[in-house]
Nanobody, 117 residues
Framework: QVQLVESGGGLVQAGGSLRLSCAAS????????MGWFRQAPGKQRDMVASITNEGRTTYSDSVKGRATISRDNTKNTVVYLQMSSLKPEDTAIYYC??????????WGQGTQVTVSS
């Protein structure tokens, strides 16, 4: 059973930066992809960024150029999301996800990011 632990959310001023972390454990056969979705109040959950086990990255248009997803496979598979030039519209709950070798999906509990104007 894969477990995901997220950290790094909080309150940030517009224009600021933050880094989210997601540590995965229990994925004995590795992952197909990991990444982040976010959900703002009253809106659907949307993809923010993802990284495959080959290192290919994908970003949503809303964060492209402002976000970088990276990984540290030496530490129980940790994925980071570095975001800069934050905007109030980046305010959301950010969820880490993990797709294992069998294409099963796992989700973290979410971490709140609030960007004040």
């Amino acid at each position: 059973q894969v477990q995901l632990v997220e950290s790094g959310g909080g309150l940030v001023q517009a224009g600021g930066s933050l880094r989210l972390s997601c540590a995965a454990s229990g994925g004995g056969f590795g992952y197909k992809s990991m990444g982040w979705f976010r959900q703002a109040p009253g809106k659907q959950r949307d993809m923010v960024a993802s990284i495959t086990n080959e290192g290919r990255t994908t970003y949503s248009d809303s964060v492209k150029g402002r976000a970088t997803i990276s990984r540290d496979n030496t530490k129980n598979t940790v994925v980071y999301l570095q975001m800069s030039s934050l905007k109030p519209e980046d305010t959301a709950i950010y969820y880490c996800y993990y797709v294992d070798a069998y294409r099963l999906e796992y989700w973290g509990q979410g971490t709140q990011v609030t960007v004040s104007s």
